[in-house]
């Protein structure tokens, strides 16, 4: 095995001292005192979020205004920590959205064990439920935890439909096709 | 105004002397911790303490630019330490416990007697006279022989709290300053054989000091810091280790020692502490100042008294006491906060060191230094002022 020796130079009278090196050190300082500041002050300032972000989760209704939601519960399922409880409700004959058959009655995620995990939005056939970019939760008790159907219809907004599933259900149920 | 002042009876003017500087000392001791953290803070390049404000004043437009400074962190922080539980460790002697902090602050605010901190042109005698609470001609020997008792506080607050981080902070303070009070005091002594000349009478008063750099002449006017470098730089390097300063905080490294010497204390009792370590920064600074920084003039070669001869060809108002008085104070303060500034900027500039390489630098760097300082000064001013 061959040795490589590494000189080590002696340091100098100056080096010794260490002036040099402190005034240099001070410099450095100096010119960080009068850089621009680098924090983000948050509650004006808020960071620039990346698409693809898993922040809270919110259900979405379709451009018709709709509950995308059926209520199938596989995101119930799904949740590792078991954060969602939906009680599953049927859509009134009369309805507009009759042929939706199926719409949650109540629809909860305790935010208190919510992992973030995304699998809901994963699992989800009708891509009713969504991570969004909402990041800052926080509340004064338990029950403030507990994000309702309404309050995450709010958080969720509406976001635009690729497929228009229900719609075209309809078209074919009119055009007399009820084979589904 | 003046005449009701003077026909007062010597000992409450005196009592009114000291009151006023005190009530202005203090207030800056605690707005240097304020300092301290928005300096920290910039220079690691956040915008630091920016936020309290009491609402009624937020209404007021202009405002803003004192919140960003943050300066009602400091009434904030003030009153934090007011209304905090006081929480007594149960294993402590309580009466040596409360008195250690007691014991900081006395000779921190005690030193400032003895420090001339201005001076006014007395047209009567057509000189400049001393702004200082006891002008006394024994300066800078009392201002060492007190300012180094508040090591006391430090060993007793050590001792007191009955805990083992603690009392090895006391401990390491006490060496410390042993270590830095020798080489410190041999370091200035260049200073007074300069200023007092053979033959003359001799004094320790720090005012004769900055005379002896008020006088006219290439060497008279010139400051210390140019004449006498060594002494100056070994001078500073004592005063961060008598201040526990970083980087010779040895009495509370956080790092090995948690709190050092204030572990076990909070609320007010903590807050005197750091009162007092400011305050003792403020006399050490001073003392800086007026020995090798020319105290209240505010140039090399240029003197209080021919800034105010200047002034006063312009409006005679400046070759008032009062006047000349605020304008010799303002220049002083100003050295003084800059000195301070550049305290809190080598804390984070500089490592602190190991508590071996503090003993090390002080007993085998310093001291041989500054006694070869000293043996060097006194040959060359014997040879100057045989000549």
């Given at each position: ?7 080590r ?11 040099p090196q402190?005034l ?7 010119k ?5 500041k ?5 509650p004006e300032a808020r960071p ?8 809270v ?16 519960q596989?995101c119930?399922?799904?949740c590792p920590?078991?954060a969602i409880?939906?009680?599953p409700?049927?859509?009134a004959?009369?309805?507009t ?9 109540e629809?909860?995620?305790?935010m208190?064990r919510c ?11 009708e891509?009713a439920?969504?991570l969004?970019?909402?990041?800052s939760?926080?509340g004064?008790?338990r029950?403030?935890m507990?994000n309702?159907k309404?309050?995450l219809?709010?958080l969720?907004g509406?976001?635009?439909?690729q ?6 259900k309809?078209?074919?149920?009119e055009?007399g096709?009820?084979?589904h | 105004?003046?005449?009701?002042y ?7 003017r ?11 000392l203090f207030p ?9 953290r928005?300096v920290?803070?910039w220079?690691q390049g ?5 936020r ?6 937020a209404?007021?437009p ?15 922080d003030?009153?934090?330490m007011?209304?905090?539980e ?5 294993h ?13 602050v ?9 420090v001339?901190?201005?001076a006014?042109?007395d047209a ?17 020997l009392a ?9 006391y ?6 001792w ?12 390491r303070?006490?060496?410390?300053l042993?270590?830095?009070e ?8 260049p ?5 007092n ?9 720090l005012?004769a ?7 006219p ?5 010139m400051?210390?810091?140019f004449l ?5 730089f ?10 526990n300063r970083q980087?010779f ?7 090995d ?6 572990t076990?204390y909070?609320e ?7 009162v007092?370590?400011?305050?003792h920064?403020?006399?050490g600074s001073?003392v ?14 240029v003197?209080?008294?021919d ?7 312009f409006?005679p108002i400046?070759l008032?006491?009062v006047?000349s008085?605020l304008?010799a ?11 301070i ?8 500039t500089?490592p602190?060191?190991r508590y ?12 041989p230094?500054?006694i070869g300082?000293l043996?060097?000064y006194?040959?060359a001013i014997?040879?100057i002022e045989?000549?």
């Amino acid at each position: 095995m061959s040795f490589k020796t590494v000189e080590r130079k002696p340091l100098t009278l100056a080096e010794r001292t260490y002036i040099p090196q402190i005034l240099g050190g001070m410099k450095t300082t100096f010119k960080h005192l009068v850089k621009p500041k680098e924090t983000l002050e948050y509650p004006e300032a808020r960071p620039a979020i990346l698409p693809g972000y898993r922040g809270v989760p919110t259900l979405v209704m379709d451009p018709n205004g709709r509950e995308k939601c059926v209520s199938c519960q596989l995101c119930e399922f799904v949740c590792p920590p078991k954060a969602i409880r939906i009680k599953p409700g049927e859509i009134a004959a009369e309805s507009t959205n009759a042929h939706v058959e199926k719409a949650p009655e109540e629809f909860d995620i305790d935010m208190l064990r919510c992992i973030y995990c995304g699998l809901c939005q994963e699992v989800c056939p009708e891509e009713a439920i969504w991570l969004q970019n909402v990041f800052s939760v926080s509340g004064y008790s338990r029950d403030e935890m507990v994000n309702n159907k309404q309050r995450l219809y709010e958080l969720g907004g509406t976001l635009p439909d690729q497929h228009f599933k229900w719609d075209k259900k309809k078209a074919a149920e009119e055009a007399g096709n009820d084979a589904h | 105004m003046s005449e009701f002042y003077f026909s007062l009876p010597l000992l409450l003017r005196l009592a009114l002397q000291g009151v006023a500087v005190i009530a202005v000392l203090f207030p800056l001791a605690g707005a240097c911790s304020m300092a301290e953290r928005k300096v920290s803070a910039w220079i690691q390049g956040r915008p630091g303490p920016s936020r309290a404000i009491v609402p009624w004043l937020a209404w007021i437009p202009g405002i803003g630019f004192l919140q960003r400074l943050g300066v009602f962190h400091f009434t904030a922080d003030g009153g934090k330490m007011f209304l905090k539980e006081d929480v007594i460790p149960g294993h402590v002697n309580k009466f040596y416990y409360y008195l250690a902090p007691l014991v900081a602050v006395v000779p921190a605010l005690c030193t400032v007697v003895f420090v001339p901190f201005g001076a006014y042109w007395d047209a009567a005698t057509a000189m400049m006279k001393p702004i200082i609470l006891a002008n006394t001609d024994i300066g800078i020997l009392a201002v060492f022989a007190v300012s180094s008792l508040g090591v006391y506080s430090l060993i007793l607050a050590g001792w007191a709290s009955n805990s083992k981080y603690p009392f090895l902070g006391g401990v390491r303070a006490s060496a410390q300053l042993i270590s830095y009070e020798l080489s410190m005091t041999l370091s200035i002594l260049p200073v007074f054989l300069w200023v007092n000349v053979p033959g003359g009478e001799g004094t320790l008063s720090l005012f004769a000091v900055v005379e002896a750099q008020t006088q006219p002449g290439f060497f008279g006017g010139m400051w210390n810091i140019f004449l006498m470098p060594l002494s100056a730089f070994i001078f500073m390097v004592a005063l961060f280790a008598e201040t526990n300063r970083q980087p010779f905080d040895m009495p509370e490294s956080e790092a090995d020692l948690v709190g050092g010497f204030h572990t076990e204390y909070g609320e007010l009792k903590w807050g005197l502490f750091f009162v007092a370590e400011y305050a003792h920064m403020f006399i050490g600074s001073g003392v800086f100042m007026i020995l090798f920084c020319g105290g209240w003039n505010p140039l090399p070669w240029v003197s209080l008294a021919d800034l105010l001869g200047w002034l006063g060809g312009f409006a005679p108002i400046f070759l008032n006491p009062v006047v000349s008085g605020l304008i010799a104070i303002g220049i002083f303060l100003a050295k003084l906060i800059f000195s301070i500034f550049v305290f809190m900027w080598v804390r984070w500039t500089l490592p602190r060191f190991r508590y071996d390489q503090v003993m090390k630098m002080g007993w085998q760097k310093l001291l041989p230094l500054s006694i070869g300082n000293l043996i060097f000064y006194a040959i060359a001013i014997a040879i100057i002022e045989r000549s």
